[in-house]
C-alpha cells in the first residue's frame, strides 16, 4: 500500500519553473498509474497529468500541455512534475494520486493520495 508524500511547492514569480516530487514512504510506485490534480481555493480539484504505469505514456490537460512534465523514477520510488512558463493560473494546491488499476483524469478513480504542497505563482 502505498504512502504518498508531496514535496516542491513554494511562491515562484511567473514565468518561472518548479519540480514537485511525490515519494512513497511505503511499498513502491512500479505498478501504479500516477497522477497529479490540483486545487485552487474554491474550486474542484481539477486533473493536471498523469502517467501509466506499463508503458510511461502519459496525458495532459489541455491548461498544462507543452509546459508541465511528468515523470517517474522507480529506483526512488518518486514521481515528478516538472512546470515551466508558471502561469498566475497554476497557483493551487497540488496533490498526487496513484492507483493500481485505473490510468484516469478523474480523481474518483485514484486510491491513494498524498497531502498536497502549494504552489504560488506571483506576478
Known amino acids: 500500500q502505498a504512502q504518498l508524500i508531496e514535496s516542491g511547492g513554494e511562491l515562484v514569480q511567473a514565468g518561472g519553473s518548479l519540480r514537485l516530487s511525490c515519494v512513497a514512504s511505503e511499498g513502491t510506485l512500479d505498478s501504479y498509474n500516477m497522477a497529479w490534480f490540483r486545487q485552487a481555493p474554491g474550486k474542484k480539484r481539477e486533473f493536471v497529468t498523469a502517467l501509466r504505469w506499463n508503458d510511461d505514456v502519459a496525458m495532459y490537460a489541455d491548461s498544462v500541455k507543452g509546459r508541465f512534465t511528468i515523470s517517474r523514477d522507480n529506483a526512488k520510488k518518486t514521481v515528478y512534475l516538472r512546470m515551466n512558463s508558471l502561469k498566475l493560473e497554476d497557483t493551487a494546491a497540488y496533490y498526487c494520486?496513484?492507483?493500481?488499476?485505473?490510468?484516469?483524469?478523474?480523481?474518483?478513480?485514484?486510491?491513494?493520495w498524498g497531502q498536497g504542497t502549494q504552489v504560488t505563482v506571483s506576478s
Open positions: 494520486a496513484g492507483d493500481s488499476r485505473r490510468y484516469s483524469q478523474y480523481p474518483s478513480h485514484y486510491t491513494y
